[in-house]
């Protein structure tokens, strides 16, 4: 009885042993399945928006609509597969991607050192909301409607004269400074683009008078001295507006000079005295010299805020 248990027991260890053992040797013969490379669903999730990526033809157009250059630090907010970045980074732009899904942040690097422009155009694997983005020049995004709201006071912080541009989804209100579509294009072909705008409102001091705006994005309104201005916008830091003026005695001579160069300035300051105001607004300690510059929209006029 003992016996047989026994020499049954050893069976079955031989028994397992051998079994055991076949095992392991198919594991080691058994070549290891293939990992598939990771390939990106148009439609698949991300954690706030899914991933549909912008037609190239409109990447090229958004690039364009924020005049992108070498100088410019553009970062895409949900970079999917690297398309913008690496686009930007092709016209010698410094660019980032800040993209939830590691998949594809590992996937826009192999795209990007394809295309040779690994060391300009890098990638984040991060959570946009939660990413510090205020060093972009320029920041681009194809994201939603609700999204780009909830962005929006962070945007308008942002440095003046950055370069917001938006594939399909607006910001309400804040009405573009200048939109673009591409051609023979049936879905996703309209982009937007805005320019931050200084924090203008309040009271500046001209020597023309106080100039008082109120401000609506980069929508101006408001008065120099008792006149109203019209067609007051800002891009960036740059004010324009215009005002019926009527120069000071001392002023009519420079303006007359200024007048020789442009035939326009001559009949303003010969009829209505309508003169366009070009103006750059500047820090509070900047103290240059204020100065009118008639009709010359390249040049600037400093505006400081009354003390
Ligand atoms: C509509 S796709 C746009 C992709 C790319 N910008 C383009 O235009 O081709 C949006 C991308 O945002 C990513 N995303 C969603 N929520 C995110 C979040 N909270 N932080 C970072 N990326 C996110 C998605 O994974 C997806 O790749």
């Not at 026994?6 to 079994?19: G, H, M």
Request: with cysteine; proline share 8%.
């Amino acid at each position: 009885m003992n016996l047989f248990h026994t020499s049954r027991r050893l069976l079955l260890t031989v028994v397992f042993a051998v079994v055991a053992a076949g095992a392991s040797a198919q594991t080691q013969t058994q070549t290891p399945p293939t990992a598939k490379p990771f390939e990106p669903q148009s439609g698949q999730p991300g954690k706030d928006v899914v991933w549909v990526p912008t037609p190239q033809p409109l990447v090229d157009k958004m690039l364009d609509l924020a005049n992108v250059t070498p100088q410019d630090y553009v970062i895409d907010l949900g970079s999917g597969d690297g398309r913008t970045v690496i686009t930007a980074a092709k016209r010698g732009a410094t660019a980032q991607g800040i993209e939830y899904n590691p998949d594809m942040v590992a996937l826009s690097q192999k795209n990007a050192a394809a295309q040779g422009v690994a060391a300009k155009a890098t990638f984040a694997k991060a959570d946009l909301f939660e990413t510090d983005f205020s060093k972009a020049t320029v920041v681009t995004m194809f994201l939603l409607p609700s999204i780009n709201m909830q962005l929006r006071p962070k945007i308008l912080n942002m440095k003046p004269g950055t370069r917001i541009v938006s594939n399909a989804f607006d910001m309400e209100d804040w009405q573009p400074d200048e939109t673009g579509t591409t051609p023979n294009c049936t879905q996703w072909c309209k982009a937007m683009l805005w320019i931050v705008p200084a924090k203008a409102a309040g009271t500046w001091k001209l020597p023309q008078g106080d100039l008082t705006l109120t401000q609506s994005f980069q929508m101006l309104s408001g008065t120099l001295g008792s006149t109203p201005i019209v067609n007051g916008k800002l891009r960036g830091d740059q004010v324009t507006f215009e005002a019926n003026y009527q120069p000071r005695a001392d002023e009519f001579d420079a303006l007359k000079a200024a007048a020789a160069a442009a035939a326009r300035i001559v009949d303003a300051i010969g009829t209505a005295r309508q003169i366009k105001i070009t103006a750059r607004t500047a820090p509070a300690r900047v103290s240059a010299p204020l100065r009118l510059v008639p009709h010359a929209p390249e040049s600037a006029l400093e505006l400081r805020p009354t003390a």
